[in-house]
């Protein structure tokens, strides 16, 4: 079994944790609504928080001067140009006499009509700088978020990783994550514009209605409001439906471009393009068919609440008439009204994109949630210095979704790994090997029993500092896209250039890394792409000696490699397992003659221990995989 990776590189600074009431929370009930994503969103929102204050600000004037400044003016200066000066406000008549005169309309009109121009620049500057800083606002929450979603994905256990497909949760933290930030953008926009700018326009309705005995039109007109309520409502339903089944498919198609970009090989050699490409074509019309019925209920919103609000207008245009309403105060109720009409819209919108979004928020909430498996201990003991010995105490282990009738991975293991031994499990597939080899580092725990270290139980050391002690060379070692250099020095990060060469050296790596173009410098391609398998093989040992920890974990290193390659990663080996406490899971028994004690593993139980020659003479299982090694 080859190791799991981990996702990312240790090559890159450390992402920030998530914050810990994030981590911490069970995942709470969705049905909870908007509170809930509030609550998992606030941590993230907090670097934005100046952004958004000032796009607040500039979005209160946008909605002030839009809401009330056009339609007051409309209705306080205009009717005095077309004769109608009674209509006019007092107030401005009498200024306008006291600054130009009696003869002051002239002069009003040039200043009204430099007036409005101004109105709408102040407008604009304010739109303008409300649109840049709630972007601003976005961005910095969705790096924020992405900070916290990757850096919980770098803390979750394997167990993780085994329930959930790797594009899958690139998915999530690229597509889903910029899901939510266009909703925090337009919410950040219009849910700070949209309502003031309703309240200014109402206001400035109710206003003109009592000044001008109206209130009967505006009445009639108002009542449309609440009604755009009931087509609001049908659509989010639709659309949240709707969304989280393309969040669901657009995970799974992420998976599968993943999963057939990696495996060229394989499907070129058994000519698998046709299959490969239907279920591409097939995943892609799922998700136009979600995608389409969303945009359908979506496309009925506006055009409902327009008609609704023409119906309610023309009503109380109707009455207005019949009482007597004059031409200035027409206009500028007709222009609050249509403010008015337009954030009941806009807010409807700002409902479904909500709901649109919700199936990334759920996405996302899974990994944020997602329960610690392995949880560090509140108070961790020291990890023991030296070379301590590793004891197996009655450990079963039986994995997630593994059923109860169906046999334990390990089951009640009593071994001590005493310092400096060399120890090889052998045994057939599925036996229990990699099982046993993964508890060590505490990848997993056990179900029954426990594993210490020193004495000491596994889960009462901080896992990092664990980890620390342990070199692992696994069966396929992932090689990131960095420079040779940089893929050995994982092995310790702040290890100088001559420590990496050293390493190199005993590795058997040094001699082909100076022939490459660049040197250690030169980039290995994604998953070390530009080298051979014997070639990964060595600087993942290299790695090892670096880091020069006292427990090494091999995960049979050259079952897939040539005769040459094998010899040569076989003489690094000799030269890491020395003076070191060795657990290496052997497929070839010319990696045994390494070993001084073998483990048999048989259904998840250790049914022999003992030495090479010893095993040979007396254990069934261990002399039938011998003579068959042999035979081949």
Same mark, same amino acid.
């Given at each position: 079994?080859?190791?799991?990776?981990?996702?990312?590189?240790?090559?890159?600074?450390?992402?920030?944790?998530?914050?810990?009431?994030?981590?911490?929370?069970?995942?709470?009930?969705?049905?909870?609504?908007? *509170?809930?994503?509030? *609550?998992?969103?606030?941590?993230?929102?907090?670097?934005?928080?100046?952004?958004?204050?000032?796009?607040?600000?500039?979005?209160?004037?946008?909605?002030?001067?839009? @809401?009330?400044?056009?339609?007051?003016?409309?209705?306080?200066?205009?009717?005095?140009?077309?004769?109608?000066?009674?209509?006019?406000?007092?107030?401005?008549?009498?200024?306008?006499?006291?600054?130009?005169?009696?003869?002051?309309?002239?002069?009003?009109?040039?200043? #009204?009509?430099?007036?409005?121009?101004?109105?709408?620049?102040?407008?604009?500057?304010?739109?303008?700088?409300?649109?840049?800083?709630?972007?601003?606002?976005?961005?910095?929450?969705?790096?924020?978020?992405?900070?916290?979603?990757?850096?919980?994905?770098?803390?979750?256990?394997?167990?993780?990783?085994?329930?959930?497909?790797?594009?899958?949760?690139?998915?999530?933290?690229?597509?889903?994550?910029?899901?939510?930030?266009?909703?925090?953008?337009?919410?950040?926009?219009?849910?700070? +514009?949209?309502?003031?700018?309703?309240?200014?326009?109402?206001?400035?309705?109710?206003?003109?209605?009592?000044?001008?005995?109206?209130?009967?039109?505006?009445?009639?007109?108002?009542?449309?409001?609440?009604?755009?309520?009931?087509?609001?409502? +049908?659509?989010?339903?639709?659309?949240?439906?709707?969304?989280?089944?393309?969040?669901?498919?657009?995970?799974?198609? #992420?998976?599968?471009?993943?999963?057939?970009?990696?495996?060229?090989?394989?499907?070129?050699?058994?000519?698998?393009?046709?299959?490969?490409?239907?279920?591409?074509?097939?995943?892609?019309?799922?998700?136009?068919?979600?995608?389409?019925?969303?945009?359908?209920?979506?496309?009925?919103?506006?055009?409902?609440?327009?008609?609704?609000?023409?119906?309610?207008?023309?009503? @109380?245009?109707?009455?207005?008439?019949?009482?007597?309403?004059?031409?200035?105060?027409?206009?500028?109720?007709?222009?609050?009204?249509?403010?008015?009409?337009?954030?009941?819209?806009?807010?409807? %919108?700002?409902?479904?994109?909500?709901?649109?979004?919700?199936?990334?928020?759920?996405?996302?909430?899974?990994?944020?949630?997602?329960?610690?498996?392995?949880?560090?201990?509140? %108070?961790?003991?020291?990890?023991?210095?030296?070379?301590?010995?590793?004891?197996?105490?009655?450990?079963?282990?039986?994995?997630?979704?593994?059923?109860?009738?169906?046999?334990?991975?390990?089951?009640?293991?009593?071994?001590?790994?005493?310092? @400096?031994?060399?120890?090889?499990?052998?045994?057939?597939?599925?036996?229990?090997?990699? +099982?046993?080899?993964?508890?060590?580092? *505490?990848?997993?725990?056990?179900?029954?029993?426990?594993?210490?270290?020193?004495?000491?139980?596994?889960?009462?050391?901080?896992?990092?500092?664990?980890?620390?002690?342990?070199?692992?060379?696994?069966?396929?070692?992932?090689?990131?896209?960095?420079?040779?250099?940089?893929?050995?020095?994982?092995?310790?990060?702040?290890?100088?250039?001559?420590?990496?060469?050293?390493?190199?050296?005993?590795?058997?790596?040094?001699?082909?890394?100076?022939?490459?173009?660049?040197?250690?410098? +030169?980039?290995?391609?994604?998953?070390?792409?530009?080298?051979?398998?014997?070639?990964?093989?060595?600087?993942?040992?290299?790695?090892?000696?670096?880091?020069?920890?006292?427990?090494?974990?091999?995960?049979?290193?050259?079952?897939?490699?040539?005769?040459?390659?094998?010899?040569?990663?076989?003489?690094?080996?000799?030269?890491?397992?020395?003076?070191?406490?060795?657990?290496?899971?052997?497929?070839?028994?010319?990696?045994?003659?390494?070993?001084?004690?073998?483990?048999?593993?048989?259904?998840?139980?250790?049914? @022999?221990?003992?030495?090479?020659?010893?095993?040979?003479?007396?254990?069934?299982?261990?002399?039938?995989?011998?003579?068959?090694?042999?035979?081949?």
């Amino acid at each position: 079994m080859a190791f799991a990776p981990g996702v990312g590189s240790p090559r890159f600074a450390r992402a920030r944790r998530p914050p810990a009431n994030v981590v911490a929370r069970r995942r709470p009930d969705v049905s909870s609504g908007q *509170r809930q994503w509030f *609550r998992l969103l606030k941590p993230f929102l907090r670097p934005a928080l100046w952004p958004m204050v000032g796009g607040f600000v500039t979005g209160l004037f946008y909605a002030a001067l839009s @809401g009330a400044g056009m339609p007051v003016m409309m209705k306080t200066v205009m009717p005095i140009f077309f004769g109608e000066e009674q209509d006019a406000s007092p107030y401005v008549v009498s200024t306008a006499k006291l600054l130009f005169g009696d003869d002051y309309v002239g002069k009003l009109l040039l200043v #009204a009509c430099l007036g409005m121009p101004l109105i709408m620049l102040l407008r604009g500057v304010c739109a303008v700088f409300n649109r840049y800083l709630v972007n601003l606002a976005g961005f910095l929450f969705l790096d924020e978020l992405r900070r916290a979603v990757f850096a919980r994905l770098q803390d979750l256990p394997l167990a993780f990783y085994q329930r959930h497909k790797t594009g899958d949760l690139a998915s999530r933290l690229v597509n889903d994550a910029a899901q939510l930030r266009l909703l925090v953008t337009s919410l950040s926009t219009d849910l700070v +514009t949209q309502p003031c700018l309703l309240v200014f326009a109402v206001g400035c309705i109710i206003y003109l209605s009592i000044t001008n005995q109206s209130a009967l039109f505006t009445l009639i007109a108002l009542t449309s409001v609440p009604i755009c309520v009931i087509p609001i409502q +049908t659509v989010t339903r639709r659309v949240l439906r709707r969304s989280r089944a393309v969040a669901h498919q657009s995970g799974e198609l #992420a998976a599968e471009i993943t999963e057939s970009i990696q495996s060229p090989l394989e499907i070129q050699a058994y000519n698998l393009q046709a299959p490969q490409r239907e279920r591409f074509a097939e995943r892609l019309r799922s998700i136009l068919r979600l995608s389409m019925k969303a945009v359908k209920y979506s496309s009925f919103l506006s055009p409902t609440i327009e008609f609704v609000a023409a119906t309610g207008f023309m009503v @109380g245009l109707y009455f207005g008439v019949q009482k007597g309403i004059d031409i200035g105060t027409f206009s500028a109720l007709g222009l609050a009204l249509y403010m008015a009409y337009e954030p009941v819209k806009r807010i409807g %919108a700002i409902q479904t994109a909500i709901k649109s979004t919700q199936g990334s928020y759920e996405r996302l909430e899974e990994i944020l949630t997602a329960e610690d498996t392995l949880p560090n201990p509140a %108070a961790p003991r020291t990890v023991p210095p030296g070379h301590p010995e590793i004891a197996f105490e009655n450990v079963s282990f039986r994995y997630d979704g593994q059923a109860e009738e169906a046999m334990p991975a390990l089951r009640e293991a009593n071994v001590v790994l005493r310092p @400096g031994d060399t120890v090889a499990l052998v045994g057939p597939s599925g036996a229990g090997k990699s +099982t046993f080899s993964l508890l060590i580092p *505490r990848f997993f725990d056990p179900t029954q029993g426990r594993v210490t270290y020193g004495g000491i139980d596994l889960r009462e050391l901080d896992k990092a500092a664990l980890r620390d002690r342990i070199a692992i060379v696994p069966q396929s070692p992932v090689l990131f896209n960095a420079s040779v250099a940089d893929n050995i020095r994982m092995g310790r990060p702040d290890a100088p250039d001559e420590a990496v060469q050293e390493a190199a050296r005993k590795a058997f790596v040094h001699d082909f890394v100076v022939s490459l173009p660049d040197g250690y410098n +030169t980039l290995v391609g994604e998953r070390g792409a530009s080298l051979s398998g014997g070639q990964r093989q060595r600087v993942a040992i290299a790695r090892a000696f670096l880091k020069d920890a006292p427990v090494l974990v091999l995960d049979e290193a050259t079952s897939a490699l040539d005769a040459e390659s094998e010899a040569m990663v076989q003489e690094a080996l000799r030269k890491l397992v020395e003076g070191r406490t060795t657990v290496m899971i052997a497929h070839r028994f010319s990696s045994i003659s390494m070993a001084r004690r073998v483990l048999v593993f048989d259904q998840g139980r250790i049914t @022999g221990d003992g030495s090479p020659d010893h095993l040979a003479r007396t254990h069934p299982i261990y002399q039938r995989m011998h003579q068959l090694q042999q035979l081949a």
